[in-house]
């Protein structure tokens, strides 16, 4: 069965200051691997997707992660965080072939301090 | 854009009560879902929709049921609503020829009282 590990419940950074989010998952074939972010009051908005090719993919808002199949990680990165990032980040794994039904982790909660 | 509508934002009701939650989304997808979210368990699976009159189990169905009868339109239904199902619920919809993106409404949150 397909899960997903974020290990980190909160996360703190000071503004201008640089973000990894740790994100590993769980999955025997070549996942299909998401991060989403939900503001406060909202739904969940995808940042960004990898299905096959460059392991090095870029998403919205300056975001980019990067999938590692031996570390089975797909983490999320973004150089230099602005105070409008604070926000409730999701990792997510699924298999485009059984209608995406995804797996999500439990989310990282990004605080940002200025 | 696609629209994912939840038509409900916050519901207060009585343990023993049927609830009914209602999305509606505007680009003909085939695939719906909705899932519940608890703070520190992320989002969890409770039924997914792949066609109109189509339904599967998710990861945690027991005391949920749902309906496909158009194809826009999922709802989620609390038959006897019990204060372990208070909770924010998310309806998404699935691009699937697409992206592969899932659209989320913005959720509904109940209470249970």
């Known amino acids: 069965a397909q899960s997903v590990t974020q290990p980190d419940i909160h996360i703190t950074v000071s503004e201008g200051a640089s973000l990894e989010l740790r994100c590993n998952y769980s999955y025997g074939a070549t996942p299909y691997l998401f991060w989403y972010v939900q503001s406060p009051g909202q739904g969940l908005q995808l940042l960004l997707k990898?299905?096959?090719?460059?392991?090095l993919v870029q998403g919205i808002k300056g975001f980019e992660a990067e999938f590692k199949r031996s570390q089975s990680s797909f983490n999320l990165r973004k150089p230099s965080v602005h105070w409008s990032d604070a926000a409730e980040y999701f990792c997510?794994?699924?298999?485009?072939?059984?209608?995406?039904?995804?797996?999500f982790g439990a989310g990282t909660i990004l605080r940002v301090k200025s | 854009d696609v629209k994912v509508t939840q038509s409900s934002r916050y519901l207060v009701k009585r343990t023993g009560e049927k609830v009914f939650l209602e999305c509606v989304q505007d680009m003909d997808h085939e695939n719906m879902f909705w899932y519940r979210q608890d703070p520190g368990l992320g989002l969890r699976l409770i039924y997914f929709?792949?066609?109109?009159?189509?339904?599967e189990k998710g990861d945690i169905p027991e005391g949920y049921s749902v309906s496909r009868e158009k194809k826009e339109r999922f709802s989620l239904i609390l038959e006897s609503a019990s204060t372990n199902q208070t909770s924010m619920y998310l309806c998404a919809s699935l691009d699937r020829g697409n992206t592969g993106e899932l659209f989320f409404g913005e959720g509904s949150r109940l209470t249970v009282l």
């Open positions: 929709s792949y066609d109109v009159k189509m339904k």
């Open positions: 990898y299905f096959s090719g460059d392991t």
């Open positions: 997510a794994v699924g298999e485009r072939e059984y209608g995406n039904k995804l797996v």
